[in-house]
């Protein structure tokens, strides 16, 4: 049994996207960013980051894995899905895993943190951020234009950017103009695995309307982590 540790967030529906297609049972295990749960001594103990993901594989005897991309990598292993076993085939999902983990999700990060949460607007940032993972999700874009998915067959690649390419429009980020990505947006949306993760814990992404009650009050939550500090970006 698997401990997932873990909130509604991009990084967090990263890994129950992929416990739920490997079928790994698991055992929800949500924190409350907004109370700081995560910088508790005892989650410390499992992350010594403070931050959602983690796991804890007690069919590995306790085995602790934190940031998002290591546990990604660890699972696939684990059971020998979603991952090529060919040097070639393994590369290239990793070449896209650590293309979300070094790109799409820090900048989409930042233009959620200057564009969604900072107490004051700073244009330049906010352009910045918004203008970076535009051209991130125009890269995207072209490669699922050549290929149905990102790296060869589905995989952690997929499962990884589309948990934060899904987001841009709390981004302020428009894709109209890419129509390959949302071709592959829909499509790995409607796998009955993608919808059962985006749901440990349950998305409130469909909520967040700009001028919504419900975006309000998820912007003003997220204000006081950023206000206090807390590395801990909602998205």
Known sequence: MIDLYTAATPNGHKISIALEEMGLPYTL???ALSK???????FLAINPNGRIPAIVDHDADDLAIFESGAILIYLAEKTGLFMPKDVAGRSRVLQWLMFQMGGVGPMMGQANVFYRYFPEKIQPAIDR?????????RVLDT?????EYLAGDY?????????WARTHRWSGVDIEDLPHLQRWLAQIRQRPAVER????????????????EEAEKFAQEARKMVEMGNSQKPA
Do not use: C
């Open 29 to 31: 295990k949500v924190l």
């Open 36 to 42: 700081n749960e995560q910088k508790e001594p005892w």
């Open 129 to 137: 951020y918004q203008g970076e993972s535009k051209r991130l999700l």
């Open 143 to 147: 490669q699922l234009a050549r290929h």
């Open 155 to 163: 995989s952690i690649a997929d499962m990884a950017n589309f948990a």
């Open 197 to 212: 993760g985006l749901n440990a814990p349950p998305s409130t992404l469909e909520l967040r309307r700009d001028g919504s």
